[in-house]
C-alpha cells in the first residue's frame, strides 16, 4: 500500500507529473493544430475536385473520405482508452486517466459522425438510412458503451477516485466489444438473408485511395489534437476542482 | 486469550505519512511508530482527519505521501488488521448471532467463540435477537465482538466508545488492555477520555488544530 | 462546384454534419480549455499560498 | 471453504428474509409477458414468432431490478470495507454474491416461466429449449450485472447508471440466447451461450473486485 | 407554500446530482429499445406490433427502478422522522415526492420517446398516441408505486405486500395505456386512463401517509 | 433569540408512562414533569429505553400505557418538538447550506438565519461545501444547527455530543442553556456528562438497569 515518490529522472516521470506534462507537451499543439489543417485542405480538395466518381457508387463515393476515417476512430479511441485504462490500473501512471477521461467524449461523437455518415450513405446505395446490418449494429453498440463511460464520469463527483474503477469497466468492455462484433454479425446473418451486398471489394482504385488516406490522417490528427488539449483542459480542471474544494473548507491546515 | 503474547512482534511505522481526501491533504507529514503492546490515541478536533488517517492505514484511501508499514509480518499471512469504523456493519436482518458468527467465518474463528465474544460485550442474551432491534449501543457492542471472534494483530478503532455507556467506556479499556496484553497494537480516534491501568503503554498523536 | 450527380443532398449532407459536429466540438475543447484557465487564474489570484502544490 | 459457505448463506438469508424482492420480480416477468400478449393481440402466429425474443428480454429486464441491492447496502453500512479486509478474498465474496444473485433473481424466473410460455403461447418444445437457454445463459446475466453494480457502487444514488452500462455488454448473451431458441442451429447457439457465461462468471468477480477494491471508503 | 417548494427543490436536486439524471434516463430508453429489437429481430412489422407493449414496459421498469429511492434513504438517515413532525403535512412532502419521481423517471421517458419510436419503427399516427397515453398514464403508475414503496419501508418485512399491492393496481393502468395506443377505441381508454390517474395521484399521497406515520421508526 | 422567554409557558407532563418496543416494556410507569427552561438528562445503560422514551414523546413510537402532554399550547399550533436522534438526517448530495436551508423551509424559518446557524455550530465556513465530505463531528453539528433554524419550545435530543470534540460539548451546552433561557424545554439523553451553567435547571431521569 506504499507509494513510491522518489523521484525518476526519465521521460516517464517527466510526463507523470501532470504540471510537467501540460509544460512539456504544449509546445507540440501548434504544429500539431496546423499539420491537420493542412491534412484537412489537401484531402478535401482531393475528395471534391481531384477524384472520380466510383463507377458503382457513382459521387456518393465521396461520403466514403469522412464516413471511413470516422468509422476507424470510432475503434481507434477506444484502443487509446483501454491502454490509458491498463496504465491507470498497472502502472498508476497519473496522466493515464486524464487521458482515458478525455477520450471518451471525442470517442463518442466520432462513433456518432460514423452512424450518421454511413446512415446518409446507406440511403443511396441499398435504399435504407438504417439496416440491422452487422458492421452498424455493433457501431451502435459501441456507441452506447461510449455514452455509459461518458455518464460514468459524470456521476463521479471524485474524479481521482473514479479514474480507476472507470478503467475496470474500459477493460471488461475491450474484452466485450470483439464478442459484441461476432455475435451481431452472426445475429444479422441468422435474421437476414443476403440482402446486403458490401461494396468494399479489395480493388480501390489509387485516386480512390489517396483521399481517402490523406483524409484517414487529417482525422486522425484531429484526434490526437483534440485529445491533447482535452487532456491539458483536464488537468487545470482538476486542479481547480482541487482550489475550490480547499478555499470552501477555509484555512485548510 | 489465556497465553501471553499470542502476535509476533510487530510494529507499524509510518514515515512521512500525508493522508487526506480528494486531493486535499488533512494530516501532513507524519511519523511515527507503534510498537507491540502499545496503542496510539488519536485525538483533534472534529474534521482533522482522525478517520482518513485510519481508513489510510487500513488500506482504503491511499496516501498522499509518504509510506507506512507493518514491520514484522510475513508476506504470507492474511489481512493483519480489524477496522472498527463509525458504521457498525450490522445486519438488521440477520440475529446478533448470525451477524457475528458471519464475520467470525469470513475472516477466520481464531479467536473467541461466538457465545463468549458475546458475553464478553454484554450481549450474552441477545443472541437470537434480530440486530435491527438492537439499541445504537448494544450494535456498537456488537461491532467490538467482531474484534474478539478473530484474532488480529492491529486494531484500528474509530470512535469505539461512541454510544456506550460507563459500563461500556469501562468494556472498551479492558479489551484494549487484554489486547495489549497479547502484544497487539492499537490505533484509537476518540473524543472520550481513554485511560489504561498502565498509562506507559498509551501514547497521543494530536492532530492539527483546525476551523 | 463540381457535379455531384444525383445524390448530392446525401453528400453535402455528410460532409455538412461532419464539419458542423467537429466545428462543435473544437469550439467546445476550445471554450473548456478557456474557461478553465480563467477559473483557475482567478483561484491562483485569490489563494496565492497555495497556488502550486 | 467455511467462510465462502459462511458467505453464501449470509447472503442468501438476507435476499430471502428481505421479503418482497424475489416476487416483485417474478411478477414484473409475469406481466411483461401479458402486456405485450395483450398489445399484440390475440394471433397466436405472431407471439410465437415473437416470444423467445420476449422471454429473453423480460429476463434481462427483471434482472435490472436486483442490481441496486447487490453491493449498495454492505457499502453504506460499512461492510464493504470490512469484506476487504476478509480472509476471504474480495473476489470470492463477490463470486457468492453472484451466485446468490442468479438463485434469488434468475432462478425465479425460470420457474416462472411456464406462464409466460402459456401467455405467449409458446409450443412444448420451444419452451424446453427456452428454460435450457435460460438456464445456461443468466448466469453471464447475472455477472455482467455485477460488474456494473461494483462499478456504480460508490456513486451515491447511482441506481440507474448501472443497466446502462451493462446493457450493451449483454446485448451477445440477448442475441445468443435468443438464437438458441429459435434458431436452426439452434445447439451452436447453446453452446456459445454456455461458453460465454463460463467466461463471465469466471472473470466478472475479479473485474468487481479490483473496482470495488479501487473505490475510497 | 414555499415549505412545499423547498420539497420539491430538494428532492429535484437529489434526483438530478445522483447518477441519475437526465442523460441516465434518456439513454436507459433507447437502450431498451435497442434491446429489443436485437431481441426480437430486425423485423419493423414485428417491432411496431409490439411497440406499444414495450414502450409500456419500460415505463413501468424505469418507475419499478426507482421506486426504493423514493422513502428508502430518507428512512435509513433518519429524515424520514423528522418529515413526520415538519411544519408541511407529510402528505403534502409525499405529493411532492411522487411528482418528482414522475419528473425524473417518467418525463424523460416521454422525451425520448420518439428515438424509441425510430427503433420500434412506429408510425407518426400511433407515435402521439403512445406520447399522449404515456402522459395521461404515468402519473398513475408513479402514485401507486409511492404507496407501495410507503408500505415496504415502513413495515418491516413488509416487503412481500408491496408488490403484491401494486401489481394489481398497475395492471389496468398497463392494460388501458397500452389500449389506448392500439385500440379502435383508444379514446376511451385514454379517457379511462386519465381518471385513474387522477384518482391516483390524488389519494395515493393519503394513503402512503398513513402508512408511514402508522409505522413506529 | 435575543429576548428571553419567547416561548409560551409549556409543560410536558407524563403520568404513568410505559414504553417499549414489539410488544417489550422497557420503562415502566414513569411519571414526570418538565417545566419551561428545565431540562431532563435521560441517563442508563444501553438498551434500557431511552431512545424509545424519546421516540414516544416525539409521538413516534406509541406508549403501553399511561399518558402525556405539553400542557399549555393551543391545539391549532403545528409541531411544537424537535427530534434530534441517532442519525443525522443529513444529505450527502447536497451542500451544507441547501441541507439547512431544506429543513428551515419545512419547518417554518422562524429561528436563526441560516449563516448565523451554521457558524454557531462551527460550520460557518462550510457552507457550500457538499455535505457528504463531512467528518462525523461536522455532521453532527450540522443536525444540532437544525434546532436553531426554526424556534420550537421542547427538544428531544439523542446523544447530541455523540461524535463531537470538547469544543462540541462545550457548544451543546451553550444551546441547551440559551434554549432554556427563552423558556423551551429539553430531554437529553446522553451517555456523557453536561452540565450547565445553573444545576438548578437540569434534572436527571436514571432509567432501570437491565441486561
Ligand atoms: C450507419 C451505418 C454504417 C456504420 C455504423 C458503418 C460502420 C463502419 C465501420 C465500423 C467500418 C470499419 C472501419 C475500420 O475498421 O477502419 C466501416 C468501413 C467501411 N464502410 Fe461503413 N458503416 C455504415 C454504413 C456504410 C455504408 C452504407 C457503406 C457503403 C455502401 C459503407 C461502406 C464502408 C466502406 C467502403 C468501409 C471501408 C472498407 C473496410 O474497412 O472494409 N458503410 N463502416
Ligand atoms: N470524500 C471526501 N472528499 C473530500 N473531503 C472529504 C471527504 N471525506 C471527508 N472529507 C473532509 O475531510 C475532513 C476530515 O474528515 P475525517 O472524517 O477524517 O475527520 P475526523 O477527524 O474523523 O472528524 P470527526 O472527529 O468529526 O470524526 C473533513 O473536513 C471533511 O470535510
Ligand atoms: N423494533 C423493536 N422491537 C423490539 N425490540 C426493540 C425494537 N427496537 C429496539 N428494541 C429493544 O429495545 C431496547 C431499547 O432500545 P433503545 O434504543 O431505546 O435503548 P437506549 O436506551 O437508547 O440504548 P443506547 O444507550 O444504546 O442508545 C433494546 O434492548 C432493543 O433490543
Ligand atoms: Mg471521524
Ligand atoms: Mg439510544
Known sequence: MSIDTTPKQSWWSRIAHPGQFVAWTSPLLWPLTILTAVLFIIGLWFAFFNSPADYQMGDTVRIMY??????????????????????????????????????????????????????????????????????????????????????????????????????VFTLVGAINIPIIKFSVDWWSTLHQPASVFRADGPTM???????????????????????????????????????????????AA | MTDRQVFPPLTLRA???????????????????????QCLLLRGPNGTGKTTLLLTLAGIVTPLAGTF?????????????????????????????????????????????????????????????????????????????????????????????????????????????????MGGLALAATHDPITLPDPGRMETLALGVRT | MIDLGPHAVFIVWAYLGVAMTVAALVGWTLYDARSTARRLAELEARAPRRAAR | MTALRAMLGRE????????????????????????????????????????????????FLAMLLGLDRLFRPDHEDGALILLRQAELPLSAAIAAKVMVHWLVSALPLILASPLLA???????????????????????????????????????GGGLIAPILIAPLSIPVLIFGVGSITASQSSAALLFLAALSLMAVSLAPFAAALAISSAED
Open chain 1, 205 to 251: 482504385p489509387g485516386s480512390i485511395l489517396t483521399p481517402l488516406f490523406v483524409m484517414f490522417f487529417a482525422f486522425t490528427f484531429l484526434f490526437l489534437t483534440l485529445h491533447l488539449k482535452a487532456m491539458h483542459t483536464e488537468v487545470k480542471r482538476r486542479r481547480v476542482m482541487g482550489l475550490q474544494r480547499r478555499m470552501a473548507q477555509g484555512d
Open chain 1, 66 to 167: 469522412v464516413h471511413v476515417p470516422n468509422a476507424w476512430l470510432s475503434q481507434f479511441v477506444y484502443g487509446v482508452m483501454t491502454v490509458s485504462a491498463l496504465g491507470t490500473l498497472v502502472w498508476r501512471h497519473p496522466m493515464a486517466d486524464v487521458s482515458m477521461k478525455a477520450a471518451a467524449p471525442l470517442g463518442a461523437m466520432f462513433t456518432a459522425l460514423a452512424l450518421f455518415t454511413g446512415a446518409l450513405w446507406g440511403r443511396p446505395t441499398w435504399g435504407t438510412f438504417w439496416e440491422w446490418d452487422g458492421r452498424m449494429t455493433s457501431t451502435l453498440v459501441l456507441l452506447f458503451i461510449y455514452l455509459g463511460i461518458v455518464a460514468l464520469w459524470r456521476a463521479f463527483d471524485d474524479q481521482l477516485r473514479a479514474a480507476r474503477i472507470i478503467a
Open chain 4, 118 to 156: 402459456l401467455q405467449l403461447a409458446m409450443d412444448g418444445e420451444t419452451f424446453w429449449r427456452m428454460v435450457a437457454s435460460l438456464l445456461v445463459g443468466t448466469p453471464a446475466l447475472a455477472a455482467f450485472g455485477a460488474v456494473g453494480a461494483a462499478v456504480t457502487v460508490s456513486i451515491r
Open chain 2, 69 to 181: 508499514e507493518l514491520e514484522g509480518t510475513d508476506s504470507e499471512a492474511g489481512p493483519q488488521l480489524h477496522y472498527c469504523g463509525h458504521r457498525n456493519a450490522v445486519k438488521p436482518r440477520l440475529s446478533v448471532r448470525e451477524n457475528l458468527d458471519f464475520w467470525a467465518q469470513v475472516n477466520g474463528p481464531t479467536g473467541l467463540d461466538i457465545q463468549e465474544a458475546l458475553a464478553e460485550v454484554g450481549l450474552g442474551e441477545l443472541g437470537g435477537l434480530d440486530a435491527g432491534y438492537l439499541s445504537a449501543g448494544q450494535s456498537r457492542r456488537l461491532a467490538l465482538a467482531r474484534l474478539l471472534v478473530t484474532h488480529r494483530p492491529l486494531w484500528l478503532l474509530d470512535e469505539p466508545t461512541a454510544a456506550l455507556d460507563a459500563e461500556g467506556h469501562e468494556l472498551v479499556t479492558r479489551l484494549l488492555d487484554r489486547h495489549l496484553d
Open chain 4, 12 to 59: 442468501l438469508r438476507l435476499a430471502l428474509r428481505g421479503g418482497g424482492d424475489v416476487l416483485t420480480l417474478v411478477l414484473f416477468f409475469i406481466i411483461t409477458g401479458a402486456i405485450v400478449a395483450f398489445a399484440v393481440g390475440p394471433d397466436s402466429v405472431l407471439l410465437a414468432r415473437i416470444a423467445p425474443g420476449m422471454v429473453w428480454v423480460a429476463a
Open chain 2, 15 to 37: 514515515t512521512g505519512l500525508s493522508c487526506g481526501r480528494g486531493g486535499m491533504t488533512l494530516t501532513a507529514d507524519l511519523s511515527f511508530a507503534v510498537a507491540p503492546g
